[in-house]
Structures are given as C-alpha cells and as structure tokens.
C-alpha cells in the first residue's frame, strides 16, 4: 500500500515538473518572441526616425541651393544695373556709342552722304 501510494506520488511529482517545464519553455519562446517583436518595433522606430531625418535634410538642402541661386540672380541682376547705369552715362557724356544691332549697308551710305553735305555746307 505504501509502496502504491508513493508511486503515485511520484507520478504526479513527474508530470508536474514535466509540465512545469514545458510551461517554462513555452514562456521563455513567447519572451523570445515578444523581445523579437519589441527588437523589430524599435528597429522601424530608428528607420522611421533616419527616413524623416533624411527628409528633412533633403528640405534643408533644397532650401539653401533656393537662397544659393536667389542670391546669385540678385548679383546678376545687380550687375546688368550697374552695367545699363554705366551705359547711360557714356551716352549723356556722348562717348561713342556701340551698336549691338546690325546696320544695313544702304543706311550706312545714307549717313556718310548726308554727313558729306554737311561738311561742305560747313566748309563753304
């Protein structure tokens, strides 16, 4: 009877410590798991950051090319005053003036006619 009874005992012992073990390992699986799940999280988490870091500094970039080229246009825009400004001030003091613009062969000999006439009215 004793005997029995401790058999049973044991028994009982065996299977508990059996499905301790299985419970411990099935918790330590879910806790590999739920660390997994928490490592991936985080890993998106620092993508996400890196990806809106990265936009913001394709903003800033783009930003500072915008001024970058604003200041140039400024410069050049600047510079082509000046230049017109100069321009206009040889005219006033009646520097020669250089055409840009071609002038036609039949109204180059029109003036050197007239321009002619004019120094022999002078002359007589």
């Known amino acids: 009877m004793y005997v029995a009874t401790q058999r049973r005992r044991n028994r009982r012992r065996k299977r508990r410590r059996k499905r301790r073990g299985k ?17 991936k999280k985080k890993e ?20 500072k090319k915008k001024k970058k080229k604003k200041k140039k246009k400024k410069k050049k825009k600047k510079k082509k005053k000046e230049e017109r400004r100069k321009k206009k001030k040889k005219k006033k003091k009646g520097e020669e003036i250089n055409c ?25």
């Open 100 to 124: 840009s613009y071609p002038i036609s062969p039949e109204t180059t000999l029109f003036i050197l006619f007239h321009l002619k006439q004019l120094l022999r009215f002078w002359i007589k």
């Open 44 to 63: 998106k988490k620092k993508k996400e950051k890196k990806k809106k870091e990265m936009k913001k500094d394709k903003k800033r970039r783009r930003r």
């Open 23 to 39: 419970r411990r390992k099935r918790k330590e699986e879910e806790e590999g798991e739920k660390e997994k799940k928490k490592k």
